[in-house]
C-alpha cells in the first residue's frame, strides 16, 4: 500500500463502530517505521495535533482504518511529531534524494509499506520529473538502514541509483 492511498481515509472505533475523523498525515520514524496516524481537525493557530499511535490501529484497507476505541485517539504537540509524509515542518513528500556521492535521484512522491509487515516502510516512489515519469515511469527505491532523512535531502548509499526499480501501482503494495 502507499501513504498517498491512506490519505483521507475513515479512521473508524471498533468498539463503537464511530467514525473518528480522517487520516490527514502519516507520522514516520528516522529509522523508516510508521509511528502513528495524525487526524484532521488542527486548529489554524492551534499546536497540537490528534493523533493515533500505529499500535493502536486494528486493521486498515483501501477503505477505512480500524482503532481500537475513541481514547487511542490524543493530542500531541505539533513540535513532538519529527517526520510526516505530507505536511509540517520536516515532511518527506516532494524532498530530494540524493547519494551521498552527490547525485540527484529525483524526488519523493510516495511512501510504500506493506500490511503483511506491520508498520516498516519497503520504499520510497521517486520522480524525476514529469517528461521523465512519461517516458520512463516513476521509479521506487528500497529501504534501506543506511538511507536517511536530513533537513532538505534524503540521503542514500552511493550505489542507490542501480537499486531503482519500476514503481509499483497495485493497491496493497
Avoid at 510526516?84 to 534524494?97: H, I, R
Avoid at 529525483?106 to 520522480?127: A, W
Wanted: aromatic share 8%; charged share 30%.
Amino acid at each position: 500500500m502507499k501513504f498517498q492511498e491512506m490519505i483521507g481515509l475513515a479512521v473508524f472505533d471498533v468498539e463503537e463502530g464511530k467514525e473518528i475523523g480522517k487520516i490527514y498525515d502519516i507520522i514516520i520514524t528516522e529509522d523508516w517505521k510508521i509511528q502513528g496516524l495524525e487526524l484532521e481537525g488542527k486548529g489554524l493557530f492551534s499546536n497540537t495535533a490528534k493523533t493515533v499511535s500505529w499500535e493502536d490501529v486494528v486493521a486498515y484497507g483501501e477503505d477505512a482504518v480500524m482503532i481500537r476505541n475513541k481514547q487511542a485517539v490524543r493530542k500531541t504537540d505539533a513540535d513532538d511529531i519529527q517526520y510526516t509524509y505530507l505536511l509540517g515542518k520536516n515532511k518527506l513528500k516532494d524532498l530530494d534524494v540524493l547519494t551521498e556521492d552527490g547525485t540527484m535521484l529525483g524526488k519523493v512522491t510516495d511512501v510504500y509499506f506493506d500490511q503483511e509487515m506491520g508498520n516498516t516502510i519497503l520504499g520510497l516512489e521517486i520522480s524525476d520529473g514529469f517528461v521523465s515519469d512519461l517516458i520512463e515511469g516513476r521509479k521506487w527505491l528500497p529501504c534501506t538502514t543506511e538511507m536517511s532523512i536530513g533537513e532538505n535531502a534524503v540521503m542514500v548509499p552511493p550505489m542507490s541509483e542501480q537499486r531503482l526499480e519500476k514503481a509499483i501501482n497495485s493497491v496493497n503494495g
